[in-house]
């Protein structure tokens, strides 16, 4: 995984243009250890329209993409049910942007 500090400001404008509350890094490996990139995002937005949701999840997945480039995982908060799963992610996530108790970004 590439050193994520070199991002963090453009990081940080992203999550300001695509109304993102929280940000989380993730160790992908440790979900597909087959893909040659190897982070993932975990993303809580703030409320919106649904149809702006849409439009923000994938730009920012985009814009994390170029950024990063690689593929990646962009993986909605709220979408991650599975125990297993979670139990993996939380083992290796480090919060990037927003604070998490408060859902606020900062």
Known sequence: MKAIETYRKN????????HVDVL??????????????????IVRFA??????????????????????GCELELIEEKALKNPFM????DASKTTLYGRQDEGMAV
């Open 24 to 41: 989380f890094i993730f160790d992908a490996a440790l979900l597909n250890e087959s893909k040659p990139c190897q982070c993932g995002f």
């Open 86 to 89: 979670k139990k993996i992610v």
């Open 11 to 18: 990081i940080k404008k992203l999550c300001k243009t695509y």
């Open 47 to 68: 409320p919106m329209a649904p149809e702006e949701y849409g439009d923000n999840y994938y730009a920012l997945k985009n814009e994390l993409k170029k950024m990063m």
